[in-house]
């Protein structure tokens, strides 16, 4: 497991859209989360960037344009998906 630095961390809390789902990423102790109507998870860091979630398959990666968090790419067994950072 990968130490991010609290900053990095900070950037990556916000709101996600894809379609119409909606995903809430926040910052509790520490730890990220990843919010998605009522199932909340913990993202753990393979490196900066890159998270995996715990109890699921799937694999998030932040993507960055000029330094700043544009959006997230979700990556499930079968199905990979881009949702917008809107907030």
């Given amino acids: 497991e990968t130490t991010v630095s609290p ?5 990556y809390v916000g709101e996600y859209k894809y379609s119409d789902e909606t995903s809430v990423v926040t ?3 520490g730890k990220l989360f990843m919010k998605v109507g009522n199932a909340k998870r913990e993202l753990r ?10 109890d699921s398959d ?17 990556q499930l ?5 881009e949702s917008r950072k809107v907030k």
């Fill in 27 to 29: 910052l509790e102790q």
């Fill in 58 to 74: 799937r694999e998030y990666t932040f993507n960055r344009k000029s330094g700043r968090v544009t959006s997230l790419g979700v």
């Fill in 7 to 11: 900053s990095a961390l900070r950037s």
């Fill in 45 to 54: 860091a393979r490196t900066d960037g890159s998270f995996f979630a715990i």
């Fill in 77 to 81: 067994a079968d199905f990979r998906y």
